[in-house]
């Protein structure tokens, strides 16, 4: 099993910042990509971005000018840097793994843009 943990989420006004953090229980060396996703009310969840064990980065259209994926491999951590954050970026925020052929998912953390 595969345990994800996010934090950072919370009430950030428009135009501001956040930085999400997404803590794995195993090495992320061994987990072959990870990613963060999000989910609004009436909404599908959507993908934002995902990285793999090598690196290599892939990001949702839409979300490439705003959001950065990252990774601590000695904090076994996955970063999204969220700028410039408006009102429909609220959402909850999902940190996602893939290891093993199997989809690992965190317990979400509410993300809310508002003045």
């Known amino acids: 099993q595969v345990q994800l943990v996010e934090s950072g989420g919370g009430l950030v006004q428009p135009g501001g910042s956040l930085r999400l953090s997404c803590a794995a229980s195993?090495?992320?060396?061994?987990?072959?990509?990870m990613g963060w996703f999000r989910q609004v009310p009436g909404k599908q969840r959507e993908l934002i971005a995902t990285i793999t064990s090598g690196g290599t980065t892939n990001y949702a259209v839409s979300m490439k000018d705003r959001f950065t994926i990252s990774r601590d491999n000695a904090k076994n951590t996955v970063y999204l840097q969220m700028n410039t954050l408006k009102p429909e970026d609220t959402a909850v925020y999902y940190c996602w793994g893939w290891v093993l052929n199997n989809n690992y998912w965190g317990q979400g953390t509410q993300v809310t843009v508002s003045s």
């Open positions: 195993r090495s992320i060396f061994s987990i072959d990509r």
